[in-house]
């Protein structure tokens, strides 16, 4: 069974600082990869998704990650965080086609100004 | 992008009593999901709404307590049955559809606070 696991439970940051969360996924096949942002009292928006081809994506945001197929992880980064970054972020798999989105216990970010 | 509504946003119910939520979609779509995030959780998925057939439920949640209906592709219900405080909740309807690489899309969800 696939299984996601996101190594952060709360990250304190200051402005500025730099951002990286990390996320391991437990599937034998191909994969597809997802992160989700859910600001405070809003509902979940993608950030950015990997399916296939360049293993660095680029989301919304100035966001990105980085599939690393050997280390069956898929961290989320981000050079300079503000304060409007505060929220929960979940990283999610899924494996064939065609099935549900497995989500990772999520990690909140706060950012402090 | 696929356009999802639920109904209700939020409720406030009595324990034992049972309450259905809907979920309407913009387009057609190949599958629909139903998920639950308890208060500070994460999402877990509950059931896929199947067209046509009964739903397929993820361990732990079964059909006498969140029967689902899919009548066609673009809408579909959860029913929270006999409930209790343990099922106050936010319950998201999602979609997927191959014309748009498999992404996955969220409703807005509906807040479920059972007294």
């Known amino acids: 069974a696939q299984s996601v696991s996101q190594h952060n439970h709360h990250v304190i940051l200051s402005e500025a600082a730099s951002l990286e969360l990390g996320c391991n996924y437990s599937y034998g096949g191909t994969v597809n990869l997802f992160w989700y942002v859910q600001y405070p009292g809003q509902h979940l928006q993608l950030l950015l998704k990997y399916f296939s081809g360049d293993p660095l994506v680029k989301g919304i945001k100035g966001f990105e990650a980085e599939f690393i197929k050997s280390k069956f992880s898929f961290n989320l980064r981000k050079p300079s965080v503000q304060w409007s970054d505060t929220a929960e972020y979940f990283c999610?798999?899924?494996?064939?086609?065609?099935?549900?989105?497995?989500f990772g216990k999520g990690t909140t970010l706060s950012v402090s100004s | 992008s696929a356009v999802i509504s639920q109904k209700p946003s939020r409720d406030i119910c009595q324990r034992g009593t049972s309450l259905t939520i809907q979920c309407q979609v913009d387009s057609q779509v190949t599958m629909m999901f139903w998920y639950r995030q308890q208060p500070g959780q994460s999402l877990t998925l509950i059931a896929t709404a199947n067209q046509g057939s009964e739903a397929t439920y993820e361990s732990g949640f079964v059909i006498d307590k969140f029967p689902i209906s899919r009548p066609n592709l673009t809408f579909s219900t959860l029913t929270v049955s006999n409930m209790s405080p343990e099922d106050s909740s936010i319950y998201l309807c999602?979609?997927?559809?191959?014309?748009?690489?498999?992404?996955?899309?969220f409703g807005p969800g509906t807040r479920l606070t059972v007294l």
């Open positions: 999610a798999v899924r494996g064939q086609a065609g099935t549900a989105l497995i």
């Open positions: 999602s979609v997927a559809t191959s014309t748009l690489q498999n992404e996955q899309f």
